[in-house]
């Protein structure tokens, strides 16, 4: 099963790209084809239709292809003001929007329909960013997403993870774990 990581955060010490780098290595030892992306990677600016009429930036169409490619995915989104950050929309708002034109871009929901997608969140208060959580899955299923039902919130992030970013307690290994093994179950039950 192929499955895409990414974390909705471009920090440097991150717990949400740790979290991701935690869960890419648990989901290759369950067996996954795990492809692990920074979004710091992709030169994606703010959205501006007058910016995507002169044409759909590149990286936005790499990326919209890494998707399409992808049956499962797994996010580990940040919390900002109860809700996820304007980097994790942008992203999301650029790869659904169609490229007006193309036989086969112009579909909005091209690289996300059918895609089943486990949400994490990681943060330093008490709620682990559970509240982003209840705003990204309304908008995936909007994307046609299939979001499994187990979720997991890392709340203490600051003292949730080693020296080697490892996860500190068994409890939230196994929390990541009973994310990643409904993904990748569902994954093989949906996709096409
Ligand atoms: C935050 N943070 C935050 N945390 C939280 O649990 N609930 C919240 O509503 C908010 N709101 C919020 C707003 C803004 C503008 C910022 C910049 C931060 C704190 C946030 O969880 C913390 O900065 C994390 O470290 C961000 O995630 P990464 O970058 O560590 O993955």
Redesign the pocket.
């Known amino acids: 099963m192929k499955l895409l990581v990414f974390?909705?955060?471009?920090?440097t010490?991150?717990?949400?790209?740790?979290?991701a780098h935690v869960v890419a290595r648990m989901a290759a030892a369950a067996g996954a084809e795990v492809t692990h992306i920074e979004l710091a990677d992709f030169d994606i600016p703010m959205y501006n239709a007058d910016l995507e009429a002169r044409g759909t930036p590149a990286d936005v169409m790499r990326l919209k292809q890494l998707m399409y490619e992808h049956p499962a995915w797994i996010i580990?989104t940040?919390?900002?003001?109860?809700?996820y950050?304007a980097l994790v929309k942008n992203t999301l708002d650029w790869v659904s929007s169609p490229v007006k034109g193309d036989p086969v871009w112009g579909d909005d929901f091209r690289s996300s329909r059918g895609k089943v997608v486990g949400v994490l969140s990681?943060?330093?208060?008490?709620?682990?960013?559970l509240?982003?959580q209840s705003h990204l899955i309304p908008l995936l299923m909007n994307l046609k997403c299939w979001v499994c039902p187990t979720v997991f919130a890392l709340s203490r992030?600051?003292d949730a993870f080693d020296a080697q970013g490892e996860l500190v307690a068994d409890a939230s290994k196994k929390r990541v774990q009973a994310v990643i093994d409904e993904v990748l179950d569902a994954a093989r039950r949906l996709a096409p």
């Open positions: 974390a909705g955060s471009t920090r010490g991150s717990y949400n790209r740790k979290l580990c940040p919390e900002y003001n109860a809700s950050p990681a943060s330093p208060g008490a709620l682990g960013g509240r982003s992030a600051g």
